[in-house]
């Protein structure tokens, strides 16, 4: 989404390092510059002023003057204020004090409200809830349908009693001549809290009605809805590809039902994604959710800091590291560490199982967008295959479980087999026992101290103190041609040598006597014809 935001800024800070000191022109240059890319990202006009005018305030201040590396500083403002148009803070839901917590959705017709309804219920699901999906858009043609598939996904239940418009025509109103009913979205969203309340559901998501585009029938229609049910939360649902658009559409909808917070959807797509930057700032309310892709897991809590990280190239490790927790199972990482630990092989079911988790943490795209600096290889993670993956788990499925944890027994015969079971070549089947077979002996290099192949050990590890401590071979050097210089070196050779530590300490054995560094060694352990060295 701020593919050319986080560009534009990445190369205006980029030409401020190396700098030890900045002048006034050199602020104004890069103010300009952010100027301009918040401009191509359809970021509200007022929000640029305000946004600019705050950076170039604190960048001619002591803050960057007296700093010892201004352009760090600079990056650091920049974050500082973008944290601040984008909410600030991160807000949680208000929930009922006594259940259900009704929460109301609004929005234009193509935001994406009704999939949002079946990902904030899968969230809730998540977490231990019991949430009731509302179908009270009656008037978008096949809307409570859509609703029913979208529950179904995300194994919530949905309350329909009403199936609405399901013939196409785009007309809802009272019963008459040339107009026909579908049903009263209010009534359908007081009976859905009733049933919520008789079956013991502790949310309600409501699913209202949007149109192509704002107008007093829709508003009309919320502002019924909203007086009927007094949701704890109304949510504002936007598309943040609108661009310029959602700063006028989100004042429309704050005058017509005064929402409680923002929800942006479409993350995911190439737009520019001004809105995202607009939306909190032009309304003060903040974004509470953000919508990253159309599975039902693709949802999460918006983060102001974790975003603005994003936008400036710096990845987003927190939001990374509790996808991992919520994916990976503690008993399997616990084993996976035991075995790391032991030095045991690492079999194919145990890669199974860490393909499955990183498929619950979702894209494997967007996961390693979310580290630090990725956006400088955008292009390479762009042409990534993940199906990649599905062609490796088919040739591991196709092995037996004896073949699974005895790599090394899979003969050409097997690798035939397996080859034909999962419809690859076997030159395939033979690559991937091969990359396997490294693999192994990478995981049980780590293990013993060894570091990976080409790199220094790992101290800390077990076995770390024979190759973590080796050093270097260092180079002998040459005597000098100079003899004054020659005859210094040759000074501190002597000295070197004199402050060496006794010959006996070398063959493990202590000094007996201070007088006699030899004393202590045992002639018959010493090479035939060394006997004579020790007379003298």
Same mark, same amino acid.
């Given at each position: 989404?701020?593919?050319?935001?986080?560009?534009?800024?990445?190369?205006?800070?980029?030409?401020?390092?190396?700098?030890?000191?900045?002048?006034?022109?050199?602020?104004?240059?890069?103010?300009?510059?952010?100027?301009?890319?918040?401009?191509?990202?359809?970021?509200?006009?007022?929000?640029?002023?305000?946004?600019?005018?705050?950076?170039?305030?604190?960048?001619?201040?002591?803050?960057?003057?007296?700093?010892?590396?201004?352009?760090?500083?600079?990056?650091?403002?920049?974050?500082?204020?973008?944290?601040?148009?984008?909410?600030?803070?991160?807000?949680?839901?208000?929930?009922?004090?006594?259940?259900?917590?009704?929460?109301?959705?609004?929005?234009? +017709?193509?935001?994406?409200?009704?999939?949002?309804?079946?990902?904030?219920?899968?969230?809730?699901?998540?977490?231990?809830?019991?949430?009731?999906?509302?179908?009270?858009?009656? +008037?978008?043609?096949?809307?409570?349908?859509?609703?029913?598939?979208?529950?179904?996904?995300?194994?919530?239940?949905?309350?329909?009693?009403?199936?609405?418009?399901?013939?196409?025509?785009?007309?809802?109103?009272?019963?008459?001549?040339?107009?026909?009913?579908?049903?009263?979205?209010?009534?359908?969203?007081?009976?859905?809290?009733?049933?919520?309340?008789?079956?013991?559901?502790?949310?309600?998501?409501?699913?209202?009605?949007?149109?192509?585009?704002?107008?007093?029938?829709?508003?009309?229609?919320?502002?019924?809805?909203?007086?009927?049910?007094?949701?704890?939360?109304?949510?504002?649902?936007?598309?943040?590809?609108?661009?310029?658009?959602?700063?006028?559409?989100?004042?429309?909808?704050?005058?017509?039902?005064?929402?409680?917070?923002?929800?942006?959807?479409?993350?995911?797509?190439?737009?520019?994604?001004?809105?995202?930057?607009?939306?909190?700032?032009?309304?003060?309310?903040?974004?509470?959710?953000?919508?990253?892709?159309?599975?039902?897991?693709?949802?999460?809590?918006?983060?102001?800091?974790?975003?603005?990280?994003?936008?400036?190239?710096?990845?987003?490790?927190?939001?990374?590291?509790?996808?991992?927790?919520?994916?990976?199972?503690?008993?399997?990482?616990?084993?996976?560490?035991?075995?790391?630990?032991?030095?045991?092989?690492?079999?194919?079911?145990?890669?199974?199982? +860490?393909?499955?988790?990183?498929?619950?943490?979702?894209?494997?795209?967007?996961?390693?967008?979310?580290?630090?600096?990725?956006?400088?290889?955008?292009?390479?993670?762009?042409?990534?295959?993940?199906?990649?993956?599905?062609?490796?788990?088919?040739?591991?499925?196709?092995?037996?479980?004896?073949?699974?944890?005895?790599?090394?027994?899979?003969?050409?015969?097997?690798?035939?087999?397996?080859?034909?079971?999962?419809?690859?070549?076997?030159?395939?089947?033979?690559?991937?026992?091969?990359?396997?077979?490294?693999?192994?002996?990478?995981?049980?290099?780590?293990?013993?101290?060894?570091?990976?192949?080409?790199?220094?050990?790992?101290?800390?590890?077990?076995?770390?103190?024979?190759?973590?401590?080796?050093?270097?071979?260092?180079?002998?050097?040459?005597?000098?041609?100079?003899?004054?210089?020659?005859?210094?070196?040759?000074?501190?050779?002597?000295?070197?040598?004199?402050?060496?530590?006794?010959?006996?300490?070398?063959?493990?054995?202590?000094?007996?006597?201070?007088?006699?560094?030899?004393?202590?060694?045992?002639?018959?352990?010493?090479?035939?014809?060394?006997?004579?060295?020790?007379?003298?």
């Amino acid at each position: 989404m701020f593919t050319s935001l986080s560009d534009r800024l990445t190369a205006t800070f980029k030409n401020l390092r190396g700098k030890g000191k900045l002048s006034e022109s050199d602020v104004n240059k890069t103010v300009r510059d952010i100027r301009l890319a918040l401009l191509e990202a359809d970021v509200a006009l007022p929000v640029v002023k305000d946004f600019t005018a705050a950076v170039r305030e604190r960048a001619l201040g002591a803050e960057v003057s007296q700093a010892l590396n201004p352009a760090q500083q600079i990056i650091k403002i920049v974050n500082e204020e973008l944290v601040e148009i984008l909410g600030q803070h991160t807000r949680p839901l208000r929930l009922a004090k006594t259940a259900p917590t009704v929460i109301m959705l609004a929005g234009l +017709q193509g935001s994406g409200k009704t999939t949002l309804a079946g990902k904030l219920a899968k969230w809730f699901k998540d977490q231990g809830d019991t949430p009731l999906l509302v179908a009270a858009d009656l +008037q978008r043609p096949n809307a409570v349908t859509q609703l029913e598939v979208v529950g179904q996904r995300a194994g919530v239940p949905v309350f329909a009693p009403e199936r609405g418009n399901v013939g196409g025509h785009d007309a809802v109103g009272p019963t008459g001549e040339g107009t026909r009913s579908y049903g009263d979205p209010v009534e359908v969203a007081e009976d859905g809290i009733q049933h919520a309340i008789s079956k013991l559901y502790n949310v309600v998501i409501v699913d209202t009605a949007g149109r192509l585009a704002v107008d007093e029938e829709l508003m009309q229609q919320a502002a019924d809805i909203k007086d009927a049910i007094e949701p704890d939360e109304t949510l504002f649902v936007i598309d943040a590809m609108i661009g310029q658009a959602a700063v006028e559409t989100a004042h429309a909808f704050q005058e017509g039902i005064d929402f409680s917070g923002v929800v942006l959807t479409k993350l995911d797509g190439d737009a520019r994604g001004g809105a995202a930057l607009s939306v909190a700032k032009i309304t003060g309310r903040p974004i509470m959710f953000a919508s990253t892709g159309e599975g039902v897991k693709d949802f999460e809590i918006f983060h102001p800091d974790r975003m603005a990280s994003r936008i400036l190239d710096m990845g987003d490790l927190l939001t990374l590291i509790e996808q991992a927790e919520r994916a990976f199972d503690k008993a399997q990482a616990a084993e996976m560490e035991r075995k790391f630990l032991a030095a045991e092989d690492f079999t194919f079911d145990d890669f199974l199982g +860490q393909m499955a988790a990183i498929k619950r943490m979702g894209s494997l795209k967007s996961m390693l967008k979310m580290m630090p600096g990725m956006n400088q290889i955008r292009d390479q993670l762009d042409a990534l295959d993940e199906r990649e993956f599905d062609r490796i788990e088919a040739m591991i499925r196709s092995m037996t479980p004896f073949e699974r944890n005895h790599p090394k027994q899979i003969n050409g015969s097997r690798r035939a087999r397996i080859a034909a079971g999962s419809g690859h070549t076997v030159a395939e089947v033979n690559d991937l026992v091969k990359r396997f077979g490294e693999a192994q002996k990478m995981m049980k290099s780590l293990a013993k101290g060894g570091g990976i192949p080409g790199m220094p050990g790992m101290p800390g590890l077990p076995g770390a103190g024979k190759r973590g401590r080796q050093a270097a071979p260092q180079r002998k050097k040459g005597k000098s041609g100079n003899p004054a210089k020659r005859a210094e070196q040759e000074r501190a050779a002597a000295s070197a040598a004199a402050a060496r530590p006794a010959p006996g300490s070398s063959f493990g054995g202590g000094l007996t006597d201070p007088k006699d560094p030899y004393a202590s060694l045992d002639p018959s352990k010493l090479p035939k014809g060394f006997e004579k060295f020790l007379g003298q």
